[in-house]
């Protein structure tokens, strides 16, 4: 009968109603070649799916990216997604793993690491072991997939076998290379004196920007109106006069003063100025070779 023949016509192709031919809808779940023979409407109202599922790098054996052996990335690192759209059609797509600039404190290196990348699975990672210390110490290299985890495990266990040069207090990088874990003393002289010579160029530097910065001696007394006679002269009291010492320190430290001092916070804040390190990064505007879009994050800073 009409009916069973309408019954039997349920493969999705074409059905019966009575006496009439109605051609159905192919199953819209389906992608590639079932869809070429809709109406574009149709072709364009099927979503695209994801086919093959995201696997972890270290799960499919990757090996480690050259950006995640200088921070911490724990299990997150560059990775790919495939997916089709209409037509059949494959495109790969690459994924960066969510980093942020963290200042972490170490009890094992006795100082604060600062602006050190990590990843949400390198910070859950760290909770899982009982804290950074533990991360670096227990974590074994094949988890661990990071150059710079490395080197601060070398630097703890110099320090534990050489309690008194973790006294001093120096950054962990003093003591990255071999050399200079061999001679400590040196490198602590190479560090200080690397350190003091920055300071005077950065003093050097900012000077033009220093709102009380004194001119030249001979610029010191420009042409002014004499008092009126009879009036009482205010005496000035020139403190800074007393001595030379008193005078060049005096002078020097009104050298290293930066008209952006209360206007802006200390460059480990969020927001906060740092010279050279703005849009332009520090040379002539728009004259970088690799221009960068409007959306591009220079420092992308979350210090919570």
Do not use: C
Request: charged residues 25%; positive net charge.
């Amino acid at each position: 009968s009409s009916l069973d023949r309408g019954r039997a016509g349920g493969d999705g192709t074409t059905q019966f109603i009575g006496d009439s031919q109605v051609t159905m809808p192919k199953n819209l779940s389906l992608f590639g070649s079932y869809l070429q023979n809709l109406s574009r409407k149709l072709q364009q109202g099927w979503k695209k799916r994801q086919i093959t599922r995201v696997v972890p790098p270290k799960a499919y054996g990757a090996l480690p990216s050259a950006s995640s052996q200088m921070s911490l990335w724990g299990d997150d690192d560059f990775n790919y997604r495939t997916k089709t759209i209409w037509d059949g059609r494959w495109k790969r797509h690459r994924k960066k793993p969510m980093t942020y600039k963290k200042d972490i404190h170490s009890d094992a290196l006795n100082t604060t690491i600062y602006n050190l990348k990590v990843t949400p699975s390198a910070l859950y990672n760290m909770d899982d072991a009982g804290g950074f210390d533990n991360y670096i110490l227990r974590t074994p290299p094949q988890e661990l997939r990071s150059a710079t985890g490395e080197k601060m495990r070398e630097v703890m266990y110099f320090y534990m076998k050489n309690p008194e040069v973790k006294a001093w207090g120096l950054p962990w990088k003093v003591f990255l290379r071999k050399r200079n874990r061999k001679d400590p003393a040196f490198a602590r002289y190479v560090h200080e004196a690397n350190k003091e010579a920055s300071g005077k160029a950065l003093a050097k530097q900012h000077a033009k920007f220093s709102p009380y910065y004194l001119p030249a001696q001979g610029f010191m007394h420009p042409a002014r109106q004499e008092f009126m006679e009879g009036s009482v002269q205010p005496e000035l009291n020139l403190w800074w006069r007393d001595s030379p010492a008193l005078t060049a320190a005096f002078r020097r430290r009104l050298g290293e003063a930066k008209s952006f001092e209360q206007a802006h916070p200390d460059h480990r804040e969020p927001s906060s100025f740092r010279y050279g390190e703005t849009f332009g990064g520090g040379g002539r505007n728009n004259r970088m070779i690799h221009k960068r879009e409007k959306t591009h994050r220079y420092r992308h800073l979350r210090p919570y």
